[in-house]
């Protein structure tokens, strides 16, 4: 009998009936939080941000409890114990209110979710259920023929194509990206012939004229099944200060011929109609023009450019989101001289407090924190917030797989991998490092196999050898791997250490070691250091690795010592163990 008093003494206290109340409503809180960060663009940031505020006001609102609940009872009120005694006190009154209104509220959403398709667009679900339409984007041509404003040209591409791959966000729509379109600027032949090679069922035919000010587009829409018919021609203008808006309504009305037309609320959250500053825009679109064309001469001056449209307009997302996205691509290339990284962050960061509806800027804030920050839960996040934004955009599909393989989830990476080159298959970069992953997974013929397709996409592709060497080692061709790496120094001799770990795991060591003194003799940078590490690696000289494997500012390649099959050795030493703490990688 006691024991039931006590239980009962327990369950009347204020203090405890006060901290359940709190708990019950924080669950809820972080429930409407959880469904605000899916439907309206926020970030896990938010709900850190209300879990902290929670936890401190736990004390606050326990304090404040206990000193209410000491007051004397009022005549009346005498013999009233527990939760009668709360649902006296006006202190009560606002928690009661708002615990109540948020279990509707959980209640509410709850069956509303479960008795439609969608909250906010009930036809997406059955839409996306309809047969995929694909759609490529012909490079354009100039009526002018002026090669000087070829960087006009490739931007207003660029833009066309960027505004249709956002249409597939609601409906099913493949846009072939800019890179494997431009394979075909300099071929000459039939339309029907292209289609059939890049595999679409409708092609985009346009004409560019530029101004100063404007910028004059003549469009043919194109179907090619079952034969070829123009269905649809118009001739379109727009100065640069509303060039956005001109992009995302012709992306429209493009999605409603090829019968993909949007919803109202759909056209809503694509539309743009804010202005650009045209000398930003401009800037903008000549910098991600000379990063296109990934030479070390164009990553340079494009990301001369890109910063002269900060300077015009710090307020443009858009030149904050490509000058992260410019030092990443640095960040990957033996050019970075350390800082990429930490300035791709920065760039990202800016671009994200400007703007949290563009898949680009998601993708330069996962690609910072799966290769610089290791903060892999919030890599993940972005990286999956921009291909629900936008999920054509292949350079997402390709940093996501690379995320899953360091997640130890190898066969996922290669079906996100592959995803990367159906959007954008004359990309080298998404055929060739395709092959690690097959490798990596002992597929060692298909590996081989995309190494050589990367030559017939890019003559003498750096990855290609390098990959392809490593594709030979795995199956037992040492001297064809040897062969292979040596034909890759004679073109790219910043590669040296891939031919040096080869000659390491193959027995050469003194050349290995010959390769290594030339290494360490140059001024340290990131991009040596993960390659004297797989040499050291290969050469069983485990305290020269892990000196390297630790060298700080870490390459982007750097994690990956985790996973790839060229570190195992390494792995089995015991100091790995340290490393494996400093990445945290997810369970």
Known sequence: MSENNSIKKIISSPLIQAFLIYLSSGWIILEMTDYFISNYDLTERFRDIMLIIMIIGLPITLVLTWILSREKPKEEEKGVRGFKFLLKRPWFSIPGVIVISLLIFSA????????????????????????????????FTSFTGNTDQDWVIGGQHESLIHELSRVSRFRPLRIISRSTVDAFKNYDKPIAEIAREIDVDYLVETSVLASKDSVTLQLRLIHLDPEESVVWAETFSSDFAHILEFYSNLAH???????LGLSPDEEEILGIDREVNPECYKAYVRGMYQLNLLTPEGMEKGLEYLHAAVR???AEPFAHAGLALGYLELAHSPLDPGDALTKAEAAAAQAFKLDTTLA????????????ELWKFDLAREYLEKALRINPNLAIAHYHYAWALFLFGDTEEAIREHNLARKYDPFNPLHTVWMGILYYSNGQKEKAIETALESFEIEKDNSGGYYVLGLA????????????THQ???????WWSWGLGYTYAVTGHTAEAEEIAKQLESMDPNNWNANGLTMIYSGLGRMDEAFKWLNYEPHHAF??????????EELRKDPRFKEFLERLNLPG
């Open 108 to 139: 509410v959403r709850y069956i509303y979710q479960h008795n439609t398709e969608d909250a906010a667009f009930p036809n997406i679900s059955a839409a996306m259920q309809q047969p995929e339409v694909s759609l490529a984007v012909l490079p």
């Open 487 to 493: 034909k890759m120094i004679e073109l790219y001799p």
């Open 360 to 371: 680009e800027i998601y993708t330069a804030l996962g690609e910072v924190y799966l290769y």
């Open 253 to 259: 009305q493009i999605a409603r011929r090829i019968n």
């Open 472 to 483: 030979y080692l795995q199956a037992g061709m040492p001297e064809k791997a040897i062969e």
């Open 312 to 314: 015009i307009d710090p």
């Open 558 to 567: 750097t994690a990956w010592a985790a996973v790839q099959p060229e570190f």
